[in-house]
């Protein structure tokens, strides 16, 4: 499964999917949703995949970075925030089996 630079979501599970132009990669860190953040890249795609050539922030050894404390959904409650960095890193760290 392809899972988001980031760890956010197996692209192939989202439910914006069809809808999105494909996610992160096909993009090149550009997904739909980005426009409400006010950048052009998103942030943690932008340092693993463009500055570090990572395929994902599992290769990273400072995972979870300051970006990920950083760059929250301004949606989400600092509890939920909090939650998702933890899952996030979570899945990337078990990704890394199949580096």
Not at 27 to 55: H, M, Q, W
Not at 75 to 81: F, G, K, L, Y
Request: charged share 25%; net charge negative; hydrophobic share 25%.
């Amino acid at each position: 499964m392809n899972l988001a630079p980031c760890g956010s979501t197996y692209c192939e599970k989202c439910e914006a999917k069809d809808s999105c132009g494909g996610g992160c990669r096909e993009s090149k860190g550009k997904p739909f949703y980005l426009s409400g953040f006010g950048v052009e890249v998103c942030l943690i795609y932008d340092c693993a995949v463009n500055k570090n050539g990572y395929y994902s922030c599992a290769e990273c050894e400072n995972l979870p970075c300051q970006l990920y404390y950083d760059w929250k959904d301004p949606s989400n409650t600092d509890e939920e925030h909090m939650q998702s960095v933890k899952e996030r890193t979570i899945l990337l760290k078990d990704s890394r089996k199949n580096l």
